[in-house]
C-alpha cells in the first residue's frame, strides 16, 4: 500500500477507539496492560509529620502502601502480580528489619494492593519500590522515598532476651538531629528522649508482623 494512503489511516485509529469506548462504556477491571503512568500510591501511618517512628516490637508507627493499578486509560485493572519492597536509600544512616521486607499480591477487584510494615531499626531514609510482574522482565513502577526513625538508632535489631535499644544507642540520640527528634518539633529534648525510652527492654519480635 502507497505510505500516502497508510498515514490518514493511522490518524483515525485513535478517535476511532474513544469513540467505541463512548458507544460500549468502560472496560471491565482486568482488561489492558497495567501502566505506571495513569497508576497511582498513597503512603500513611505516619505519627510525626517529618518521619515514620518505628520500634522493634511492632509499636509507634506503622507503614501502610496502598497501590492502584491502572491500564492506559486509566480504568483499574485486577490480578496484576505486584510487589512492594522496602530498601534502605543509600543515604541511610542504619537499616534493619525484625519482619520481611517484601510483600507480594495480586490488585483487588478495583485495582488495589494494600502492604503494612513495621518493627525496622535505624534511621534515615528508605524507598518503598512497587514493581508489577505482569511481564517479563517485570517493570518498576514507583520508587517512593521515606524518611524514618526508631529508638534502635544503629540498627541492631537484637532478638530477644536482648533489647534492641541499647546505651549505645542513646549515645546516637544525644547527638541530635532528625532522627533524635522524634516528635518533629524541631529539636531533640525531653519527650524525646521519653519517646527513645520507650523502646528500652524492647526486643526485635518478628511475632505479629503485618
Known sequence: MNRALRAPARSIVLPLLLLLTATLGTPPAGAGVPDPDTSSYGVSGAGAPCQFRFRADGGLDELVVQVTVRHTFGHPIQNVPISITLNPAPGAAAFCACCELRHDDWSDSVGVVTAAFSRLGGRG???????????????????????????????????????????????????????????????????????WAGGLGVACDPGGCP
Open 125 to 195: 531514609s528508605l524507598t518503598v519500590d512497587v514493581t508489577s510482574h505482569w511481564a517479563d522482565p517485570p517493570v518498576p513502577f514507583f520508587s517512593i522515598p521515606v524518611d524514618f526513625t526508631s529508638p534502635d538508632l544503629n540498627g541492631s535489631c537484637d532478638p530477644a532476651p536482648a533489647s534492641a535499644a541499647t546505651i549505645e544507642d542513646l549515645g546516637i540520640w544525644a547527638m541530635g538531629g532528625q532522627a533524635a527528634d522524634y516528635d518533629c518539633s524541631g529539636a531533640a529534648d525531653l519527650l524525646d528522649l521519653g519517646l
